[in-house]
Nanobody, 111 residues
Framework: QVQPVESGGGLVQAGGSLRLSCEASASTYSVNAMGWYRQAPGQEREWVGRIISSGATMYADSVRGRFTISRDKFKNTIYLQMNNLKPEDTAVYYC?????WGQGTQVTVSS
């Protein structure tokens, strides 16, 4: 069973950048989709974006043009490059590989 582990979260000022990583414990070769989600305090978890096996990506309107998802198949890892961060991006960010969730990593953007 694939178990994703996120890393790379932290505190950054508005306008700054962070790169999150999600490393799976096993090969993701057979996994069609890997995605990122986030959950802010008091809010429901929301979809951020995904990457499928072909390498195609899709993004939520709120992050399109600022966030980029990429994948390193050899490392069983996907990345979330976040640029021009805003305070409203503050949340716990989760990776989902197939139907398996990671434990999340906190991103805090100060104004």
């Amino acid at each position: 069973q694939v178990q994703p582990v996120e890393s790379g979260g932290g505190l950054v000022q508005a306008g700054g950048s962070l790169r999150l990583s999600c490393e799976a414990s096993a090969s993701t070769y057979s996994v069609n989709a890997m995605g990122w989600y986030r959950q802010a305090p008091g809010q429901e978890r929301e979809w951020v974006g995904r990457i499928i096996s072909s390498g195609a990506t899709m993004y939520a309107d709120s992050v399109r043009g600022r966030f980029t998802i990429s994948r390193d198949k050899f490392k069983n890892t996907i990345y979330l490059q976040m640029n021009n961060l805003k305070p409203e991006d503050t949340a716990v960010y989760y990776c989902k590989v197939g139907d398996i969730w990671g434990q999340g990593t906190q991103v805090t953007v100060s104004s």
